[in-house]
C-alpha cells in the first residue's frame, strides 16, 4: 500500500524539527558544560546563549529555567563518563594492573572534577543526577574488583568486604579531590593513588600463614604388673609414726 504523500510531508517536518530541538538542547548544554571546564562558577543565560551560538530566547524555549539547563547539563557530562572507560587487564602482574587502574581513574577523575564540583555546590541534587552517580559509583566498583580479582579471591567475608571498601575509597573521586585539593598534580596524585592500592594489596601478602599442628608424643607405656609410678604416690617415704 502506497504511502499518502500530503501525509507524510508533515511527519518528516515534525521528525526533522523534533531532531533540530534535540541538537539545539544538546548545543545548549554542551555550551554551559564549557563555562564549566573553564572554571566558571555562574552561568548566565546570555554568557551561555553566546558560548552555543544560539539567541538567549532560543535557551528559555529549550530549558524552563537555569535550575533545570545545569541539571541537564551535569546529568550529560555524567552519563558521558561510559565513553571515557576502556577494557582494564585482568590477568598478569600485579603492578601491571594497577597501574592501567590508576592511569585511567586519573584522566576520568581530572575530566569530571568541574561536574563534581557543581553537583557539591546544590543545595539539593535532582534524583536524577544522584541516580547517575551513584550507578557510576556501582560500577567503577565492580571494575575494580575484576581487575583486582586474582588478589581478592584469596580473601573471604569481612576481610574482602574491608580491603574493597578501601581500595574503592581511594580510587574514586573523594580521594582524588583531596589530593588534588592539596597542591598535588595530576601525575602526582595518580602515583598517590597507585602506591596506595599496592599498599593496600600487600596487606594480604603479610597475611599470617596457618602454622603446622606439633606432632604428639607417644606416651611411655608401663610394663604389666608394675605399680603406680612415684607421680602417683602422694607420699612414697616411711610413715613417721604420730608425733612426739
Do not use: C
Request: hydrophobic share 35%; charged share 25%.
Amino acid at each position: 500500500m502506497e504511502k499518502d504523500p500530503e501525509r507524510a510531508a508533515p511527519a518528516a517536518a515534525t521528525d526533522g524539527r523534533t531532531e533540530r530541538g534535540r541538537q539545539t538542547r544538546e548545543k545548549i548544554a554542551d555550551a554551559l558544560l564549557a563555562l564549566l571546564d573553564e572554571g566558571a562558577t555562574e552561568f548566565p543565560a546570555e554568557k551561555v546563549a553566546a558560548y552555543a551560538g544560539v539567541s538567549r530566547r532560543s535557551v528559555f524555549h529549550h530549558f524552563a529555567d537555569m535550575a533545570q539547563l545545569v541539571d541537564t547539563a551535569i546529568t550529560r557530562r555524567l552519563e558521558q563518563l561510559a565513553e571515557q572507560i576502556r577494557p582494564l587487564p585482568t590477568t598478569g602482574p600485579r603492578s601491571v594492573r594497577v597501574a592501567a587502574l590508576a592511569e585511567q581513574r586519573a584522566r576520568i577523575l581530572e575530566w569530571i572534577t568541574p561536574a563534581r564540583k557543581a553537583v557539591m555546590r546544590m543545595d539539593h541534587p535532582s534524583p536524577r543526577i544522584q541516580q547517575t552517580i551513584d550507578e557510576a559509583f556501582a560500577d567503577a566498583r565492580t571494575r575494580l574488583e575484576a581487575v583486582l580479582a586474582q588478589e581478592l579471591d584469596a580473601l573471604t567475608g569481612q576481610r574482602r568486604s574491608d580491603l574493597v571498601d578501601g581500595l574503592d575509597a581511594v580510587t574514586t573521586w573523594g580521594a582524588w579531590h583531596h589530593w588534588r585539593s592539596t597542591g598535588l598534580t595530576p601525575d602526582q596524585a595518580r602515583h598517590a593513588m597507585e602506591a596506595t592500592v599496592l599498599n593496600l594489596l600487600a596487606s594480604i601478602d603479610r597475611q599470617p600463614q596457618p602454622q603446622p599442628q606439633p606432632r604428639p608424643q607417644p606416651q611411655p607405656q608401663r610394663q604389666a604388673g608394675a605399680g603406680p609410678g612415684p607421680e602417683s604416690t602422694p607420699d612414697s617415704g616411711p610413715d613417721p609414726g604420730p608425733p612426739a
